[in-house]
């Protein structure tokens, strides 16, 4: 009895060491309010566990979700890269991502959220580069705008070709918007909302096909906290003028306190809508209007939720001998499932 016992030990042991081992080893770089919802996404999906979090602030200082995980320093990262499958790059577009993404690229299987769209050719051609040189797999630009949105854009056009694509965004809180206020002299914290012009709204809606310019579309309204003694209207001015992020829209800037931010923006919701307006039949005869909305409560939570399942899909490419660096159009769907084929064409199609 006494020898049955252990062999059914051992058996469900080797079970627990074979799941382990199978598992996709994530590290994070970053640990803010992106970092902390890969934690928690990592957390849903079995076939992964969290190995370590890298960050520029003191690692003692940094308190994180996962029981028995460490923290390092971003200058240990290196020294970590055999006990790490997929790293996810956690950092903001404006500062860290265009420095962070190919240096870390020639050393791991990388993931990040870089959405600067405008940027986004740049940024590729630079982790390609590297990451083809490391022989390993990068995918940038992954969450739902860049992302989900993204593909959306290309279904919707590839099915309609004779139409019109449009994008909103929000209400919500942008989180690269955000971060770039943030990083303007003299500012110590603030948020960015974006909202759709709802007019241009209800005409896409209608199937009209108007011809809007960046500015009709969405207007960014901006509530910052300013440093002591800090020049407000050097503020203002250079946030309006940011290439990239405000320079084309009707923007808002509002100077509040620490305490009103915390009380009254709190919460980081977002969402938004695609949209394509488009014709079918011999002569054009039928309209078709193609949407895809997203209702989000927390950005960040959602964003990574989208990451960490392209982390399977960068873990799987390199499994099979891909490099170099991918976005969200070169991955198929198949590969972000932790279903197998056979599961998804029986429960899916």
Request: hydrophobic share 40%.
């Amino acid at each position: 009895m006494e020898k049955a016992g252990v062999i059914c030990y051992n058996v469900v042991a080797n079970l627990v060491w074979e799941a382990l081992f199978l598992s996709i080893r994530i590290g994070i770089l970053g640990y803010g309010n992106l970092g902390r919802g890969v934690e928690c996404a990592i957390k849903q999906n079995n076939d992964m566990v969290l190995t370590a979090v890298f960050t520029r602030r003191p690692p003692e200082t940094v308190s994180i979700l996962s029981e028995g995980v460490k923290v390092y320093k971003v200058e240990e990262l290196i020294s970590h890269k055999d006990e790490i499958d997929v790293l996810i790059l956690c950092g903001g577009s404006a500062k860290d991502l265009p420095v962070q993404t190919p240096e870390y690229a020639a050393h791991f299987n990388v993931v990040d959220s870089f959405d600067t769209h405008a940027k986004i050719p740049e940024h590729f051609a630079a982790v390609d580069g590297a990451a083809k040189k490391g022989g390993k797999v990068a995918i940038i630009s992954c969450g739902w705008d860049p992302g989900l949105f993204s593909i959306n854009r290309l279904y919707a056009g590839a099915v309609l070709p004779e139409g019109k694509d449009y994008t909103f965004w929000g209400k919500g809180v942008s989180q690269g918007h955000s971060d770039a206020i943030r990083r303007v002299e003299g500012v110590l914290d603030g948020k960015q909302y974006t909202i759709p012009v709802e007019a241009a709204l209800e005409s896409v809606r209608n199937a009209e096909n108007p011809d809007l310019t960046t500015r009709q579309k969405h207007i960014r309204e901006c509530f910052v906290v300013a440093a002591e003694g800090a020049d407000k209207a050097k503020i203002e001015e250079t946030i309006k003028n940011m290439p990239h992020y405000f320079d084309e829209y009707d923007t808002t800037v509002h100077f509040i306190t620490m305490e009103e931010l915390k009380r009254d923006h709190s919460g980081i919701p977002h969402g938004g809508f695609v949209i394509r307006a488009g014709k079918t039949g011999w002569n054009g005869e039928n309209t078709h209007v193609i949407e895809y909305s997203l209702k989000l409560d927390s950005n960040p939570e959602f964003t990574s939720s989208v990451i960490v399942a392209y982390a399977r899909a960068a873990y799987r490419l390199a499994s099979e001998g891909q490099k170099g660096c991918k976005t969200v159009f070169d991955i198929a769907p198949a590969y972000l499932s932790p279903m197998s084929g056979e599961e998804l064409r029986a429960k899916l199609l």
